[in-house]
C-alpha cells in the first residue's frame, strides 16, 4: 500500500506493507539485525511503527503490554467521556482530572 497521506483519517485499512511509490527496493538479507535511522532492531523483536514513527517493544514488555494497554485506555476514559457529556465545564474537568491522577497511582 501507498499514498497514506492521500487517505481519510477515518478510512480503516489493512496490509501486509507499505511501498514506497516510485522507488526501488529490493530485500537485502532477511533474519538479521538492523539499524534504521538509529534503532536498532533485532531479529523477532516487535516494532510498533506509525505516522509518529517507530519503536521496538523490548521483549520483557509483550507479556504485560495487554494490561497496560486496558489500564491507559480505562485512565483516559475518565477524562474522555466526561468532556464528551453536555454541560462539560472546567470543574467537570478538574474532577475528571483528579479521577485520572488517583487512577494512575
Known sequence: MRDLGDVPDDFQMIAGSVGPSHAFVRVEDVGVDVTVFGMT?????????DRHGALVVPPEIVPVLAEAIAKLQATERLIIDPAKSAGFDFEMFEAAWAAFEAART
Open 41 to 49: 532492531v533485532k531479529n523477532g523483536d516487535l516494532v510498533h511503527a
